[in-house]
């Protein structure tokens, strides 16, 4: 039976997914993106390169990895094709790409809106990347929505154009912003057609004979974080689909007798783009410096990021949602140097003591997060390869993680490159 793994982004996003999937990637042989869309930004690094993904598999870079864009993602062909086109000129010229054809197209109106609707909420706003996620997830669950395998069909496609055009135009419309013409919508969606087209088929039977073959290694790579999930994460400050290994069989197309092994990509601090609340957020000359080691800007907007305590609340919150079975904890090298590091055990809210994040958001505005201090560590760690060499306050600080969220540390990140990788538990070493 094949061996599989699920990774998935356990607080805010940007935790390092995308070196931990590469790192795996090199031993897979399918990697699959099961949500999400250009929204997400992967940074890999290797051989001394950096290279960053929206949308693509991180398996992309292995030639002998089939990288599966599944059904459950939403997919921008014109932001896809720029960024195969980018992979190109960085010379990243072989490689395995299957694009479901099940999967939602974003159309180029879905950025007009998003970025309209975030104009109108003004204070209130999302703080979305404007890359049209949202209403391409609205029109998909509203069935009016275009799916990638229509770019095949060139008559179905007109006609599924025609009529989301009789819709969108009006919306467009309320907003005074510009409408689209039939014509140049079909012209630019039959271009990425011929571009494409060949890369988009069912991909359920590709990944459903992999899942019964022996050998097959399959990955199975989440975009964000569970904490922007849309069921439980902060709503409305979430993205538009679950980011949790849950949605892997129907983002995917499987079963969920599948889904084993799943590791949850923490870093070993918090950071958060866009707006929404934050209980360990924190300002001033220790959060910038995290900020500067940690290069915590967004991949894909360039934002500042928000930078916080570890949340062990949020931690095992998305641990017992996604039945996390080993923790990735990225990022341990910026933290090194501080006398002290933060911990938080539990939120404060109106008197009371959570251990979970409560449910709404103006509850969840008025934790205060409950801190341990414990001792930080001085020495470099980011040429350790073995967890035992580690220093004492690094090994004391994600002992302290494993016990408040009941989950074994397997992985640790010292550093941005492949080989600054430190692999502990062992069914992961057999992968
Ligand atoms: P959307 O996914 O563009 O609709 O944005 C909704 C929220 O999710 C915003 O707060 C974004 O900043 C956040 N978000 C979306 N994708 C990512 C990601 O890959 N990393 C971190 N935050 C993200």
Redesign the pocket.
């Given at each position: 039976m094949s061996k599989r793994l699920v990774i998935t982004g356990s607080q805010?996003?940007?935790e390092g997914k995308g070196k931990i999937t590469d790192f795996f990637a090199c031993k897979a042989s399918m990697v699959v993106r099961y949500q999400?869309g250009n929204?997400?930004?992967h940074s890999v690094m290797f051989d001394g390169k950096k290279f960053s993904l929206q949308s693509i598999p991180s398996g992309i870079f292995n030639p002998a990895t089939v990288n599966v864009m599944a059904n459950g993602m939403v997919i921008n062909p014109a932001s896809l094709v720029g960024e195969l086109e980018k992979l190109h000129r960085e010379g990243v010229t072989d490689y395995q790409l299957y694009i479901s054809d099940r999967a939602a197209m974003v159309m180029p109106w879905h950025a007009d809106l998003?970025g309209a609707a975030e104009q109108l909420k003004g204070d209130t706003k999302?703080?979305?990347?404007?890359?049209g996620?949202?209403p391409a997830y609205c029109d998909k669950y509203s069935r009016s929505g275009l799916r990638m395998g229509d770019l095949l069909e060139p008559e179905y496609f007109a006609k599924r154009l025609r009529e989301a055009l009789e819709l969108k135009n009006r919306e467009l419309k309320s907003f005074g912003l510009p409408t689209y013409r039939f014509e140049d919508v079909f012209d630019q969606y039959m271009g990425y057609a011929e571009t494409l087209g060949y890369r988009i088929c069912d991909t359920y039977e590709l990944i459903n004979d992999a899942l019964r073959e022996k050998e097959s290694k399959i990955l199975f790579e989440g975009?964000?974080?569970m904490m922007?999930c849309i069921d439980h994460g902060t709503y409305p400050?979430?993205?538009?689909s679950t980011p949790s290994a849950s949605s892997v069989p129907v983002g995917a197309g499987i079963s969920p007798k599948w889904v084993e092994n799943v590791v949850g990509v923490a870093k070993a601090y918090c950071t958060r783009?866009?707006?929404?609340p934050f209980p360990t957020e924190f300002f001033g000359d220790t959060a910038d410096g995290i900020r500067q080691r940690g290069h915590e800007y967004?991949t894909?907007t360039g934002r500042p990021r928000r930078i916080g305590w570890f949340d062990a609340v949020v931690a095992r919150y998305t641990a017992r949602l996604a039945g996390i079975d080993y923790w990735a904890i990225m990022l341990l090298d910026v933290l090194s140097g501080m006398d002290k590091v933060y911990i938080c055990t539990a939120y404060e809210c109106d008197g009371e003591i959570l251990t979970s994040p409560p449910s709404t958001i103006s509850r969840l505005e008025r934790c205060k997060p409950v801190l341990e201090e414990i001792d930080g560590w001085k020495e470099d760690i980011s040429g350790i390869t073995e967890y035992d060499k580690l220093p004492e306050g690094a090994r004391n600080y994600l002992q302290r993680i494993e016990e408040l969220t009941e989950v074994p540390v397997g992985v640790v990140s010292v550093g941005p490159d492949r080989i600054q990788t430190i692999l502990r538990a062992e069914e992961l070493i057999k992968f």
């Open positions: 805010w996003g940007d999400g929204n997400a930004g998003d999302i703080g979305t990347t404007k890359k996620i949202g975009a964000q974080g922007l400050y979430v993205t538009s783009v866009g707006e929404g967004g894909v």
